[in-house]
C-alpha cells in the first residue's frame, strides 16, 4: 500500500469481529513499532500484548466501552521513565512522545495488514498500572485494541493546511 494511501485510510475502529489475530501478524506490527525513532535512540517503550480472555476481560475494566471488548488483541503501549531521554533546558520527559511514535508505527502497520485499531488514551491510568503490575517508573501510555472490522472508514476532516503551518515564525492571520 502506498504511504499516502495507508494514512488516509488509518481510522479509529470501533467495532470489531470475532476472527483472532495470528500471533505472527501481532509480532509484524509490534516489530513495526520496535523499528520507531526515539529520542536519542533511548527506545523507552514496552508492549503489554493481551490476547487471553481472562486478561482481555481484566484490561476492559479499566475503559468501559462495549466495542472495546469485541477487539481480540489489546497491546498497552508503556513509557519507561527510568530508560527516557530528558531534554536539559526545561527537564522535558520525551518517554511519552517517544510511545506515541511507536503508536503510530503500530497502527499504520496494523492498517497495513488490513486491521482495525483505535487508540485509547481515556481510561483509568492507576487501575491498568495496578491491573499489569506495572512499577512505578514505567506509565502506561495508550491501550490499542486491535481486530478485524467490517467499519467503513468515514470521510476525515481536517484543518486546512494553511491554518497549522507558519513559515519562519508563527503568525496568526
Not at 509484524?28 to 476481560?57: C, G, Y
Not at 526545561?90 to 512522545?97: E, I, P, Q, S
Request: negative net charge; contains cysteine; aromatic residues 10%.
Amino acid at each position: 500500500m502506498k504511504f499516502d494511501d495507508l494514512i488516509t485510510s488509518r481510522f479509529s475502529v470501533r467495532s470489531y469481529t470475532s476472527k483472532n489475530v495470528d500471533r505472527s501478524i501481532i509480532l509484524e506490527i509490534l516489530e513495526a513499532a520496535r523499528m520507531a525513532p526515539s529520542a536519542v535512540n533511548f527506545q523507552p517503550w514496552h508492549f503489554i500484548v493481551i490476547t487471553e480472555k481472562q486478561d482481555l476481560n481484566s484490561i476492559h475494566e479499566v475503559y468501559h466501552r462495549s466495542w472495546f471488548k469485541e477487539a481480540p488483541v489489546c497491546i498497552v503501549v508503556c513509557a519507561d521513565h527510568s530508560q527516557s531521554w530528558k531534554r536539559k533546558s526545561d527537564g522535558k520527559d520525551f518517554a511519552d512522545v517517544d510511545a506515541a511514535i511507536a503508536i503510530d508505527h503500530l497502527v499504520l502497520k496494523a492498517t497495513e495488514l488490513g486491521l482495525g485499531t483505535c487508540w485509547i488514551c481515556n481510561f483509568d491510568v492507576e487501575l491498568a498500572s495496578k491491573k499489569l503490575e506495572l512499577p512505578a517508573h514505567i506509565e502506561p501510555i495508550a491501550i490499542i485494541p486491535i481486530g478485524y472490522t467490517t467499519s467503513v472508514a468515514p470521510v476525515k476532516i481536517r484543518k486546512d493546511l494553511s491554518q497549522l503551518v507558519h513559515w519562519g515564525k508563527f503568525h496568526t492571520e
